[in-house]
């Protein structure tokens, strides 16, 4: 297949790289199927609250994925929906099913319309979220969320934390200060899905991260962003397929001796 261009020795091994992905690459063209473009009408809800002139990418980009999740009480809800690059929605969708296969469980899951891209406000109510056309937290730069190439998971479970002026810690959402020693196996801590969200392309982690940790976070490089919100879709789609594939051959050692994720996260660079 054209889509997967790192070289591979041998069409078995090219079979054992590419079988895997099958979940995350089929095309999901409509709401049924997990995914869907914004019409008219939702491009138009998204202009008013979240995207702003400027952006680093259009309406026309993004897509919404829909899917089912259950929550900390173990109780199943189907009304999950987070919008991302058109690019990366089947890797998504594929990442969410298998968030609910082992029932990891999450709060709630509602697109930053909701709350006219305020971020706090949406971590305050504990909600996963992806695309928001903002700053990164604390500076000007544009986020990575500005090109649907971010998903924070979790934030109370998974707080953003960093120093303020007087040395202090400071807990963004607050309430996540009674989450700031990390307990890798309490109930939706971002720890136990590392591994998984880096199998479907998003390689960086915030929870890696010095100053400030951001455990609720994960992320492709912002060169890959830049590049792929250049590309018309299918190019896009096309680029990122292959950090995954790469990221995948990286760990199971084909074509040479298996690496640990951070080493094998410089495939998204």
Not at 73 to 80: E, I, K, L, N
Not at 119 to 130: G, L, P, R, V, Y
Request: glycine fraction near 8%; include cysteine.
């Amino acid at each position: 297949m054209a889509l997967f261009s790192i070289p591979v020795a041998g069409l078995r091994l090219s079979m054992l790289l590419v079988i895997p992905l099958l979940a995350g690459l089929a095309p999901h063209a409509h709401a049924r199927s997990g995914t869907s473009g914004l019409d008219a009408e939702q491009c138009a809800i998204l202009k008013q609250h979240v995207l702003q002139p400027g952006a680093p990418v259009a309406c026309r980009q993004l897509q919404i994925v829909r899917f089912s999740y259950v929550d900390f009480d173990r109780a199943r809800h189907d009304d999950g929906e987070i919008m991302v690059m058109a690019a990366v929605a089947p890797q998504v969708k594929a990442l969410f099913d298998e968030l609910l296969k082992r029932r990891f469980p999450l709060a709630q899951a509602r697109l930053m319309e909701h709350y006219q891209g305020n971020d706090d406000a949406s971590m305050a109510e504990n909600n996963s979220s992806a695309f928001n056309d903002r700053p990164i937290t604390g500076g000007s730069s544009v986020s990575l969320h500005a090109y649907g190439l971010a998903i924070d998971i979790n934030p109370l479970q998974n707080p953003y934390v960093q120093r303020d002026a007087q040395g202090r810690l400071a807990y963004s959402p607050p309430a996540g200060q009674a989450y700031g020693k990390r307990q890798a196996s309490r109930p939706g801590s971002s720890e136990q899905i590392v591994e998984l969200f880096a199998q479907h392309g998003f390689l960086i982690w915030g929870g890696d991260w010095k100053k400030p940790v951001d455990y609720q976070h994960f992320q492709v490089s912002r060169k890959l962003a830049e590049r792929m919100a250049k590309l018309p879709a299918p190019q896009a789609r096309q680029v990122f397929e292959s950090t995954v594939v790469a990221y995948r051959a990286c760990r199971t050692g084909h074509g040479g001796k298996p690496q640990g994720r951070k080493a094998c996260a410089a495939t998204d660079s």
